[in-house]
Each structure stands twice: as structure tokens, then as C-alpha cells.
């Protein structure tokens, strides 16, 4: 054996195992976060939770993990052809990126219904997407063995952050509505079946897309017990998350703890070292990468709200247009991740 080259390999003593906490540790205090959120919401904190402090994690998330998650796309998208961040083929396809927000943002002004409804159809499809490449990459969906499975995998999780509001808080859900459509009618737009009724629907869709999944997933019980076993036990606490924390908060802690969390650890665990260990420098290299965009997206969200509220509005008015202005940015965002997912062979079992 070579001794120099032993004696050159970094010692086991002292080496922190970024990728066990930040792709397994963080994740599993979120989840335990939003245990205690549950655990007050069932002894009945829920409901004394006053509106500003349940706008909090969104008021958060515009600089801590929301916002960033999504501005590392120039990141990736330079990742993915292989090119400098300033290079001309990166610039124009974030330049059509910026095109892409601009239509949407359009597109409330013309049709503010139907874009709130593509706005909870995308993330319901974007936040399901999310999970299964975690469960893909951070080496948990073994189960998830066919498309199918993947499939089922990404429409029950997405369903439970759009779904589950609708069924355990249907007046924050319209409230929240009436938020992001407001700026753009005078008269707020009926739902066409009504929220009671939406609200039905949601909870039979939603019960039915999660018993999918448990049969879908149900034969590997014996060969891959552990990563059905965890995937239940997200599934159940989310569902419990979100039947007992009142919906804006609880969308917000999961919109930060949950989603960004795990897509910034993608973004850092996969910098294009090819098998090594991530470091504790990518990490925050993601978060310096993601400042530029960060600070042109909420200029361009202060300014979207200026121009639509004026002055004297309230935390709610503010989270209407912040959530405008992420719908804008959504769209663009999963293509870049469809891209991505692509690459990480995340649809191909």
C-alpha cells in the first residue's frame, strides 16, 4: 500500500458529515417543528394564532430560504449547459425566464381566477416534485420502483399543501383568494361550485390520491420497509400538520422548513464535485449565488405592490401580492426543476 497516498486522505477524526445533516438531520428538526405546531394546534393554540404572527414565516421566507430557493435557478440553469452565469446562452435564457414571470403577472390582470387556479395546480405539481426528488436523491425512495409509484409519489404530496387548507380552513383559503385577486377586480370573481363545495371535493380528492399512493406503494412493505415506513410517516404527519395549524401559518413553516430546505440542499449536494461529500462552503455558496435574484425579485415584488395597494394596506393585502409574485416566478421555476429532474434521472426508475 502506498503510505503517502494514505497519509494524504483526509482523516475520518474530526469530518462532519454535511450531506447526513443537512439532507436527513434538517429535514427530520422540520418535521419535528411541525409536529409541535400540530401538537398546539390540537390542544386548541391554533386558534388564537393572531394574523401577523401567522404571516411571519412568509414575511420570512421572501429573504430566508422562500425566495432564495427559487433564485437559485440562474445557478442551476448555468449548471445545466454547462456555461459561466454570464455567459450569452445562460443571460438569454434567463432573460426568457424574466419574459415568462412578465406573462403571468399579465395574466392575473386578465384572468385573475383561472390564474389563481394554474397558480395551485403548478405548486401542487412543483411542491410534489420536490418531494420525490428528495426521496429520489437522498436515497429513501427505493419503493418508488416504477413510474407509477413516482407518479402517485408527487400528486398526494403535492395535494396536501393545496389540498388540505381547502378542507380544515376553508375561509383562511378564501380569504387568501380575495388577497391575491383583489388588486386586479373590483368585484371578487365567484369559484363557480362554492367554497363549501370546493371544499368537499378537496377532501375527497385528496383522500383518494393518498389511499392511491399507500396501495401503490403497499407490496414493498416486506422488501423495503424502512422507506415505505418513512414515507407513511411523512404522509401522516403532514396530514396532521396541516388538519390542525391554521392554513397560512402553516403553509408558510412549510413553504420554508419543508420545500426550500430541501431543494437548496439539491442545489448545493449536486455543485459538480462528482461523487464527493458536500461541503459545508456549498451551502453557503448557495445562499451568496442566490442574492442577486433574491434582491431583483422582491424589488419587483415591492414595486408589483406599490403599484396595486398603494399605501395603508394590510399584512393580508401583502401576502396576496407576495403570492403573486411567486406564481410569477413559479411557472419559469419548474421548468428549470423539470430540466434538472431530467438530468438527476428523478422520472426514470
Do not use: K
Amino acid at each position: 500500500m502506498d503510505v503517502a497516498s494514505e497519509s494524504s486522505r483526509p482523516s475520518a477524526v474530526g469530518r462532519v458529515n454535511v450531506d447526513g445533516i443537512v439532507g436527513m438531520w434538517i429535514p427530520l428538526a422540520s418535521l419535528w417543528a411541525m409536529v409541535g405546531l400540530t401538537a398546539s394546534g390540537l390542544f386548541g393554540g391554533g386558534g388564537t394564532i393572531p394574523m401577523w404572527v401567522q404571516l411571519i414565516p412568509f414575511a420570512l421566507s421572501a429573504v430566508f430560504l422562500g425566495m432564495p430557493h427559487g433564485a437559485l435557478d440562474g445557478v442551476v440553469v448555468a449548471r445545466l449547459v454547462g456555461q459561466p452565469f454570464l455567459s450569452g446562452r445562460v443571460l438569454g435564457l434567463l432573460t426568457a425566464y424574466l419574459g415568462v414571470s412578465v406573462l403571468v403577472v399579465g395574466g392575473w390582470s386578465v384572468a385573475p381566477l383561472v390564474a389563481f387556479a394554474l397558480f395551485i395546480g403548478i405548486t401542487w405539481f412543483h411542491w410534489g416534485q420536490g418531494d420525490l426528488a428528495h426521496m429520489i436523491i437522498a436515497g429513501d425512495g427505493a419503493h418508488l420502483d416504477t413510474r407509477f409509484r413516482r407518479i402517485t409519489a408527487l400528486f398526494a404530496r403535492g395535494a396536501l399543501p393545496m389540498l388540505a387548507p381547502m378542507v380544515w380552513f376553508p375561509e383562511e383559503y378564501q380569504a387568501t383568494f380575495a388577497a391575491c385577486v383583489s388588486p386586479f377586480v373590483e368585484t371578487l370573481p365567484s369559484v363557480g361550485i362554492g367554497w363549501e363545495t370546493a371544499s368537499v371535493v378537496a377532501g375527497v380528492s385528496l383522500s383518494g390520491l393518498i389511499a392511491l399512493h399507500i396501495v401503490a406503494v403497499a407490496p414493498h412493505v416486506m422488501t423495503h420497509g424502512r422507506e415505505v415506513a418513512t414515507d407513511l410517516l411523512e404522509l401522516g404527519t403532514l396530514v396532521a400538520f396541516f388538519a390542525t395549524v391554521p392554513a397560512i401559518l402553516a403553509v408558510g413553516v412549510y413553504f420554508c422548513l419543508w420545500h426550500s430546505v430541501r431543494h437548496i440542499y439539491r442545489v448545493a449536494a449536486g455543485g459538480g464535485r462528482s461523487g464527493e461529500p458536500t461541503r459545508w462552503a456549498d451551502i453557503g455558496r448557495t445562499f451568496i449565488d442566490s442574492a442577486p435574484l433574491t434582491i431583483l425579485a422582491l424589488a419587483l415584488c415591492g414595486l408589483l405592490g406599490y403599484l396595486a395597494l398603494g399605501q395603508g394596506a394590510s399584512g393580508l393585502d401583502w401576502l396576496g401580492i407576495y403570492l403573486v409574485a411567486i406564481s410569477a416566478l413559479t411557472v419559469p421555476h419548474v421548468l428549470v426543476i423539470l430540466w434538472l429532474d431530467r438530468l438527476e434521472s428523478v422520472w426514470t426508475p
